[in-house]
């Protein structure tokens, strides 16, 4: 009895023969099993004709919705955070007038249009210094060929920020622009003013980066000369821990109107000199 119960467990071949000219299609199920066996491929779907054409277009759908954000986010980079000469000038107006003092009058920020140089709208992690800088002064290698004559305490470029931490911060980001140049870091952290007075007197500074409030006593002690200052940029999308941008620090605010408005403004109406927001 058990020998017959185990011949019919084991088929023979010509059973088997038998069975695969009666059924051809259980004989192509184990001809593509041994055929998966070799290939190893991903387990394949059991879903129905319909539910695999939905998920073929989901795919679809999603695989486009991916090449559409990433163009999205190549665009927002090369354009989105730029803002027009324009939009420079009304967001200087609009924010200096309301901070510092009491009151500023508007004829004081009267900005030629041609003078505004691109900035950016907000913060954008992609969008460093250094290619803000590419993207504002093209022309920056060319104008650093033709200063022939060594002016000890004269930059071409000022960067102002609120703080000397971040003022650091902004050196490092324009590592890449200012190669081959004298950066200044004009912040009273580390720094003696006389420090930075006996600096520029015996130093030839391309670009200076730093406070309002150092940057503006060095003006006034004579030390930092601005004749041949031809750009000046506002470290101003970024802010601190309470949230706040430059014009909203009120230890900052005021000698950055200050600056703005005393200094700078009459070489901007006279066209001597560029304002830029990074």
Request: a positive charge; glycine letters at 4%.
């Amino acid at each position: 009895a058990k020998s017959k119960k185990k011949s019919k467990q084991v088929p023979s071949d010509e059973e088997l023969a038998t069975a695969e000219a009666v059924s051809p299609k259980s004989s192509k199920k184990r001809k593509h099993r041994a055929d998966d066996d070799q290939a190893a491929p991903a387990p394949a779907s059991s879903a129905s004709p319909s539910q695999a054409k939905r998920s073929k277009a989901a795919s679809s759908k999603t695989a486009g919705s991916t090449q559409v954000n990433t163009d999205m986010k190549a665009e927002v980079i090369s354009t989105s955070p730029i803002m027009t000469q324009a939009e420079v000038t009304q967001e200087i107006r609009t924010h200096l007038s309301s901070c510092g003092r009491a009151s500023v009058d508007e004829d004081d920020l009267e900005f030629p249009g041609h003078q505004a140089i691109v900035g950016t709208v907000s913060p954008d992690e992609n969008l460093t210094l250094s290619r803000y800088l590419d993207t504002a002064i093209p022309d920056w290698s060319s104008q650093l060929s033709k200063l022939t004559k060594r002016k000890h305490g004269r930059p071409v470029l000022l960067v102002v920020s609120s703080s000397a931490v971040r003022s650091v911060e902004l050196i490092r980001a324009a590592s890449a622009f200012s190669k081959g140049c004298q950066v200044a870091k004009l912040f009273a952290k580390h720094f003696k003013l006389e420090q930075h007075q006996d600096f520029l007197q015996k130093t030839s500074v391309h670009i200076g980066i730093g406070t309002p409030n150092r940057i503006l006593k060095l003006v006034e002690s004579g030390h930092l000369c601005l004749k041949r200052l031809k750009y000046v940029v506002i470290d101003w999308t970024l802010k601190d821990a309470k949230q706040r941008q430059i014009f909203q620090i009120p230890e900052v605010s005021e000698d950055l109107v200050t600056l703005v408005l005393s200094v700078l403004m009459p070489r901007i109406s006279a066209g001597k000199t560029a304002i830029g927001l990074f």
